[in-house]
């Protein structure tokens, strides 16, 4: 079987999981509008932008997939070219998937405080940005797939850096769950967190989609990659609609973060120690009380010894 009819398969099972997340999105879209009123401007503005990207990819793939399936039903040629739907899809996922990786970039700064960890973060995102434009000029210059192998190294470069980005951001995040002092039983809410909300599956995602495209050529990867766009909007939506939400995030959890840094905020080193100054003094001057307690009695009795004295000898 030859790779031209393997790959509608894949593409079809993509395009099914894209529209399936796509479906969950809306609720969590609505509730985040709904729910999250008093956060900033911009942040609702990035929500509806995400979600129009959104849409218009999944309307792109529903397109590409009515002229696959109805215009060109069993023309095998059909799958070995590209055209403007496909490219114009491709690069919206990747404005998508750049534009999450960078709001948890602001997130990360936010919880961790750690520059270099948030320049690796914001690097990778936008080399996967102008990589996945980059290749979408390409598929207009190089409308065949087999020209594609050309640009092979490029694309592989774009994989790799996007799944670093999403790679470095979900272990950011668990890590910074694992070391809260909530002591937090194992349940289902835990389990979403660690996974939806930290960006893991869409890491896994990106890893599965970089492997079956260095080891297969017959478009396996399609299936990891086209949910992608909507797995990072889910995720950030997860997160954002999460109990507490983005008040949550930027007061409560900055105050208890990494507990065991040493490199801790001023205000939270200097609540951490002024309970032990104040304990101390205060059993400082306790012992100073009982001291002239002791003192004064002392004097007491030594007085009345010596009243007992004076009176035995007289």
Request: aromatic share 12%.
């Amino acid at each position: 079987m030859s790779a031209t009819q393997l790959v509608p398969n894949p593409f079809f099972i993509g395009a099914t999981i894209n529209i399936l997340l796509y479906a969950i999105m809306i609720p969590q879209t609505q509730l985040y509008f709904s729910t999250r009123k008093s956060d900033w401007f911009w942040m609702k503005l990035f929500i509806a932008f995400l979600f129009f990207a959104n849409t218009l990819s999944s309307v792109l793939t529903v397109v590409y997939t009515r002229q696959s399936v109805v215009n060109h039903f069993g023309d095998s040629s059909w799958w070995t070219q590209t055209n403007w739907v496909f490219a114009i899809d491709l690069i919206i996922m990747g404005i998508i998937g750049g534009s999450v990786q960078l709001f948890f970039a602001w997130q990360v700064y936010i919880l961790r405080r750690n520059m270099f960890i948030v320049s690796a973060i914001v690097l990778c995102s936008s080399v996967g940005m102008l990589g996945a434009l980059g290749i979408t000029i390409a598929a207009g210059m190089f409308p065949e797939f087999v020209e594609f192998e050309k640009l092979k190294a490029i694309v592989i470069a774009r994989l790799v850096i996007a799944a670093c980005a999403d790679i470095i951001i979900a272990m950011t995040l668990m890590l910074h769950l694992g070391n809260r002092n909530d002591n937090f039983p194992v349940t289902s809410d835990v389990v979403l967190r660690m996974t939806m909300q930290t960006g893991l599956i869409a890491t896994l995602f990106a890893i599965t989609n970089l492997v079956t495209f260095l080891s297969y050529d017959s478009g396996v990867h399609l299936v990891f990659y086209l949910p992608l766009a909507s797995l990072h909007t889910n995720s950030l939506l997860s997160r954002l609609n999460s109990p507490g939400g983005w008040d949550h995030n930027k007061s409560h959890e900055v105050n208890n973060c990494h507990q065991g840094n040493p490199q801790r905020g001023t205000s939270q080193f200097q609540s951490n120690v002024r309970p032990e100054v104040f304990v101390h003094v205060e059993e400082h001057r306790l012992v100073e009380k009982n001291s002239r307690l002791r003192d004064s009695f002392g004097k007491l009795d030594g007085q009345n010894g010596w009243s007992d004295q004076s009176k035995s000898g007289v």
